[in-house]
């Protein structure tokens, strides 16, 4: 039985916002990581426009789960948004600066973004699949880089990152927390290179050392589990031109992935090799909608989960069997 429910919680972001300012919110593309230079030689962090996925791997929960179950996330870092004032998060910097110098020769970027996850169970919660978005608040911490040069590379630390929602008909809680400031070593590497025209090519990476606590809906398929896993997971942003495809999601978005199975992973349609998200055009996917009804109708994923329909993945379309919901 897939067991599929409509994202009705409560969320909280673990760390305030006392004064925050939008940087990107690319409505289309993820993937390529393209950004302008800040007139100083160099990019402002995090990279606007772009978002971080993992090639091959997902975040688990094993602990609390029966034996030979999983609940596998597999995920999107994106939407970052300049956050200033965090509390708890020292060192971030003051209302409308996205990045300031600092601790050492390097800098820090503080800022809220969303992690959205394909979430989808295994062992006896096979069937149990979901979209669930968390909103993270994070901190990188970077060293020392060579404005005006034309390739500068320079390591980087995931220091602070959490989020959390509950009340969630799935989990009452469910809270991720990374990075260096919690113990949880999250070290990366960022590679800028200038291209033609003066915009920069970012490619990053960072191996997040993770912590997902979890407590289960009473009445829900988790209710009366409850459990923490730790677990580390590599998350890039940026491909080298012409590898990869484009893989379009349920929602019409597009993400520029390594391999089909990458896309697959995070519910998506893949596009031929070679393929990318600035010449391929992602509309919604239009699938069959199991209603609650008992009827079906033809809608895109979004669209039927607000229904508290089931989609049936991409197919020829359903015949329409009830005129209204």
């Known amino acids: 039985m897939i067991m599929k429910r409509k994202l009705g919680a409560n969320v909280a972001l673990v760390s305030c916002c006392c004064a925050f300012w939008m940087i990107a919110n690319s409505p289309a593309v993820y993937g390529d990581c393209v950004v302008p ?68 020769t390097g800098n820090t970027d503080c800022f809220i973004s969303e992690g959205r996850f394909q979430v989808n169970g295994t062992g006896t919660l096979a069937g149990f699949n979901r979209s669930i978005s968390i909103p993270l608040s994070c ?16 390591d980087t630390s995931m220091f602070f990152l959490q989020g959390q929602i509950f009340g969630d008909p799935d989990f009452d809680q469910l809270q991720i927390t990374a990075g260096n400031g919690f113990g949880l070593p999250s ?30 809906a009473p009445g829900g398929p988790l209710g009366g589990m409850s459990g923490s896993t730790t677990g580390t997971i590599r998350m890039e942003a940026g491909l080298p031109p012409g590898a990869g495809l484009a893989c379009c999601l349920p929602n019409g978005q597009c993400v520029d992935v390594t391999t ?34 008992g009827g079906c109708l033809d809608l895109d994923p979004v669209d039927c989960d607000a229904h508290g329909g089931i989609s049936q993945g991409p197919a020829p379309p359903a015949q329409i069997q009830i005129a209204a919901v």
Do not use: K
């Not at 990019?43 to 030979?68: F, K, N, Q, W």
């Not at 998060?89 to 209302?95: A, R, W």
């Not at 995070?266 to 393929?275: D, E, R, T």
């Open 37 to 104: 230079d800040n007139g100083g030689g160099t990019i402002t962090l995090p990279p606007a426009g772009c978002a971080y996925l993992s090639p091959d791997e997902v975040h688990m929960i094993i602990d609390g789960l029966p034996p030979g179950t999983t609940i596998e996330f597999a995920p999107i870092h994106r939407d970052f948004i300049c956050e200033s004032g965090a509390q708890g998060f020292p060192g971030c910097p003051p209302p409308g600066i996205c990045e300031v110098p600092g601790p050492g």
């Open 260 to 293: 089909t199975a990458q896309c697959a992973q995070i519910g998506g349609i893949a596009q031929p090799p070679g393929s990318s998200c600035f010449t391929v055009n992602c509309g919604p996917q239009i699938q069959a909608c199991c209603l609650p009804t």
């Open 187 to 216: 070290p990366g590497h960022t590679t800028l290179t200038q291209l033609p025209g003066g915009n920069w090519a970012v490619d990053s990476f960072f191996d997040i050392t993770y912590r997902i606590d979890f407590v289960g």
């Open 139 to 154: 901190q990188v911490r970077t060293a020392a880089r060579a404005p005006g040069a034309p390739v500068q590379s320079f």
